[in-house]
Nanobody, 116 residues
Framework: VQLVESGGGLVQPGGSLRLSCVASGFTLSRYGVNWFRQAPGREREWVSG???????IYGDSVKGRFTISRDKAENTVYLQMNSLKSEDTALYFCNAIDVRLGANYWGQGTQVTVSS
């Protein structure tokens, strides 16, 4: 069972990135999936989630700029990030959870740096 994030990098303010969260060993579409981020010296912050079906929810700081989506065939959840700001700089983590199963999986994270 594994979650692997990718797609991070260095981008200028106003730019875009698409993060991927790929699952292996389990079917990601059966789980609620969340993205979190953590900047140096700050607490981990919830960013976005996709729960039963395709219902997507977003934190206030990213609403209107980020979009979460699933690709069931690829067993992947994406986070499209547009209009990036310096305050979006953080290590981004993917989390998959199924409360009924007591399952809670985390990836290693992918670094996003927004800087000119």
């Amino acid at each position: 069972v594994q979650l692997v994030e990718s797609g991070g990098g260095l981008v200028q303010p106003g730019g875009s990135l698409r993060l991927s969260c790929v699952a292996s060993g389990f079917t990601l579409s059966r789980y609620g999936v969340n993205w979190f981020r953590q900047a140096p010296g700050r607490e981990r912050e919830w960013v976005s989630g996709i729960i039963s079906g395709e219902h997507a929810i977003y934190g206030d700081s990213v609403k209107g700029r980020f979009t979460i989506s699933r690709d069931k065939a690829e067993n992947t959840v994406y986070l499209q990030m547009n209009s990036l700001k310096s305050e979006d700089t953080a290590l981004y983590f993917c989390n998959a959870i199924d409360v009924r199963l007591g399952a809670n999986y985390w990836g290693q994270g992918t670094q996003v740096t927004v800087s000119s």
